[in-house]
């Protein structure tokens, strides 16, 4: 009998290209994203053509494209244009101006000394190398939640004044889930930035599932997927805020489902087997990055739904109002990164706030 890795590799199963689903592949199309896809080009255009670039500020909950968009457009331009340098930077990852100018340095070729040096001279070696190669440079700053978090924003400031100060073109496109935090934003860094602001919107069902059925065409063997199977993983993206990481989560998971009882079909069993997986490793997908008491609000306010604040200062054992305001202040910060959203309310008794996970 051949060897079970050789059977696998060999067409049993049911992907063909299990790559395909993972969630750094970017798609060779986009769907329901042209205008969308057509802002961000927009904005780049003048850095395409070697000169001055505007800035965007692109927001929208999770599973919404705003990453896939801005990867596509960068490849499009690569392929366009060579008087500009496209960088694609996760502020989850480098989240420091040092750490920042650190990876652009990297990318543009720059050998930083060892001895380390001081965030400005690197940015003057990204200036000086821009310089020489005559081009301009293309920023995108995905998930720069954190960079308010680490409050490394002034990064948004030092990149907008770079025509002024340095004589060399920048376009930023940041990208975070929660629009507040640029609403909020230092009036310096806002109108030297002067950003385009634009939206994603959670996908509908059926976007879902054109996005799932374009994805399943080049992952999966032609018969191994039905129409109910490919429809209930949409559903359950579409219920979970229109995510489409989360329906494509889903629907890959099914497939391995199939795959470990070597079936070579799919079934609704095999979805619901994969949903539960996905649905509980997605609330922890950010969190190991989030400070344990911020953790705790986040999961006492996840297991009640809606919670009044003050139903929170006293889970928590606040007596005296000094404990209040620390727990007033873990509160904000989640609302802040985006994680939960408060509404204010006045009932008989007075007033008070409601808090609940954003997007439920
Ligand atoms: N319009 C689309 N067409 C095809 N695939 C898509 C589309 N939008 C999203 N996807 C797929 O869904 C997944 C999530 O998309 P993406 O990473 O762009 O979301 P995001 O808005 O950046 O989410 P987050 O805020 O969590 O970073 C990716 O695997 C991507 O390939
Ligand atoms: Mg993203």
Excluded at 58 to 87: D, R
Excluded at 175 to 181: F, M, T
Aim: net charge positive; charged share 30%; proline share 3%.
């Amino acid at each position: 009998m051949a060897n079970i890795f050789e059977r696998l590799g060999k067409g049993e199963g049911v992907f063909t290209d299990e790559g395909k689903l993972s969630p750094d592949y970017v798609p060779v199309d986009v769907l329901f994203r042209e205008r969308e896809v057509r802002e961000f080009a927009f904005c780049l255009q003048g850095s395409a053509r070697g000169g001055k670039g505007e800035h965007l500020i692109a927001t929208g909950p999770p599973g919404t494209g705003k990453t896939t968009c801005a990867k596509h457009v960068l490849g499009q331009l690569s392929e366009y244009s060579k008087k500009a340098v496209p960088i694609y930077i996760n502020c989850w990852e480098f989240s420091t101006r040092y750490a920042i100018f650190g990876e652009i340095a990297n990318l543009l070729g720059e050998v930083l000394p060892r001895r380390g040096i001081a965030s400005d001279e690197m940015m003057g070696r990204i200036v000086q190398n821009l310089k020489r190669e005559k081009k301009s440079l293309i920023v995108v700053l995905d998930e720069a939640d954190r960079l308010f978090l680490e409050k490394e924003e002034g990064i948004l400031y030092d990149f907008a004044r770079a025509p002024e100060t340095s004589r060399v073109n920048v376009g930023i496109i940041a990208i975070a889930n929660n629009k507040e935090v640029f609403a909020r934003m230092d009036a310096r860094i806002r109108s030297s930035l002067c950003a385009k602001m634009i939206e994603f919107f959670p996908y509908s069902p059926v976007q879902l599932k054109e996005i799932l059925k374009a994805r399943a065409r080049v992952a999966f063997f032609p018969n191994a997927l039905s129409d109910e199977v490919v429809d209930l993983c949409a559903g359950i993206g579409a219920k979970n805020g229109g995510d489409a990481r989360i329906a494509l989560s889903v629907l890959r998971g099914a497939g391995k489902e199939a795959e470990r009882e070597g079936a070579r079909k799919v079934t609704l069993e095999h979805v619901k087997r994969a949903k539960e997986g996905v649905l509980g490793g997605i609330a922890k997908r950010k969190f190991p990055l989030l400070d344990g008491n911020l953790q705790k609000v986040f999961e006492f306010v996840e297991k009640k739904g809606d919670v009044d604040s003050v139903e929170i200062y006293a889970h928590f054992g606040a007596k005296e109002e000094s404990e209040e305001r620390k727990i007033r202040k873990w509160i904000a910060k989640l609302e802040e990164l985006g994680f939960l959203e408060g509404k204010e309310f006045v009932d008989g008794e007075g007033r008070g706030r409601r808090i609940r996970v954003t997007g439920k």
